[in-house]
Nanobody, 118 residues
Framework: QVQVVESGGGLVQAGGSLRLSCATSGRISSPHVMGWYRQAPGKQRELVAAITSGGRANYGDSVKGRFTISRDSAKNTVTLQMSSLKAEDTAAYYC????????????WGQGTQVTVSS
């Protein structure tokens, strides 16, 4: 069983920056994908950014150029650096780990709240 724990959320003014971290414990096999999703009230959960065990990253259109995902392969941790934050970035952010054939096995953290004041 893999445990996923997020940290780093909080309140920030528009235009500011925030960094989210995701720590994992347990056995994570390769290949795998680690990523961040977010969900605002009344909206569906959406991909923010993800990075594969090979280091390939992809981003949601709304955050491209503003957010950067990185990983520590030795520790199986992933970080999301968020800059130029906007009010519409306000959401609960969840860390996700996918592994196994077809990414059928996945684990979620409990989420961390990010609130951007305008």
């Amino acid at each position: 069983q893999v445990q996923v724990v997020e940290s780093g959320g909080g309140l920030v003014q528009a235009g500011g920056s925030l960094r989210l971290s995701c720590a994992t414990s347990g056995r994570i096999s390769s290949p795998h994908v680690m990523g961040w999703y977010r969900q605002a009230p009344g909206k569906q959960r959406e991909l923010v950014a993800a990075i594969t065990s090979g280091g390939r990253a992809n981003y949601g259109d709304s955050v491209k150029g503003r957010f950067t995902i990185s990983r520590d392969s030795a520790k199986n941790t992933v970080t999301l650096q968020m800059s130029s934050l906007k009010a519409e970035d306000t959401a609960a952010y969840y860390c996700n780990v996918k592994q196994g054939y077809g990414w059928q096995v996945e684990y979620w953290g409990q989420g961390t709240q990010v609130t951007v004041s305008s």
